[in-house]
């Protein structure tokens, strides 16, 4: 037999061909003729962005169980959105992961509050939290807004708080933000949708 790259390389396709067909049909040596369900078979699927960047690739989340009322959905595969034009499909290595960031044990499901001087923090419901954020930036706001400046010219202004937007927020929470921020005076702004 004439040994060249080209010989070795058909030998090699046809060798991983019957075995890949032989794995296809058996399972530990046996025949079932079943062919497996996909995984995301019987999914939910919802269409997202990837958090991680200012790229915005789209991103597709399949979900299980949401359809019965008695059980909890729970995520069980995301991948790249193919009819997405930003990224066709593909994700980077961070987006790859994206599932175990989403149903990691680790993340924060509650709002944790630290009073001022004390070391633990403890839980406070949305219910707590929303009034109590707002009536902190109303009274910040109060105490440090400025009407005129040196020179007497009006300025309306409040420069000792900065607001900072999202990479993966849409063109229009983004307008949304900046209307928010003028509305309350404050000048300094960071965005990294800006890049």
């Known amino acids: ?8 390389l058909r030998t090699a396709l046809a060798a991983g061909a019957v075995e890949s067909a032989t ?19 019987r999914t939910t699927q919802s269409h997202s962005i990837c958090p991680y960047c200012a790229v915005g690739c789209s991103v597709t989340i399949h979900t299980i169980g949401d359809k019965a009322h008695n059980v909890k959905p729970a995520v069980v595969h995301i991948e790249g959105d193919p009819t997405s034009p930003i990224n066709r499909g593909t994700l ?8 175990e960031f989403v149903t990691s044990d680790r993340r924060l499901k509650h709002v944790l509050h630290r009073a001022p ?14 009034p109590r954020m707002a009536r902190l930036i109303k009274d ?5 807004f400025e009407e005129n400046d040196a020179q007497g010219r009006t300025v309306n202004r409040w420069t000792n708080t900065a ?3 999202g990479c993966t927020d849409t063109n229009e929470v983004n307008f949304l933000i900046s209307r928010f921020r003028f509305g309350l005076g404050i ?4 965005n ?3 890049l």
């Open 117 to 130: 001087g004390a070391t633990e923090w403890k839980e406070m419901s949305w219910d707590e939290a929303v």
């Open 140 to 144: 910040s706001r109060d105490r440090n």
């Open 92 to 99: 980077c290595p961070k987006g790859v992961g994206l599932k």
């Open 1 to 8: 037999m004439d040994i060249s790259r080209r010989n070795m």
């Open 23 to 41: 794995a296809a049909t058996t399972e530990q040596g046996k025949d079932t003729g079943v062919v497996k369900e996909l995984k995301i078979a």
């Open 163 to 165: 607001l900072i937007g």
């Open 187 to 190: 000048l300094p702004y960071e």
């Open 192 to 194: 990294q949708s800006r």
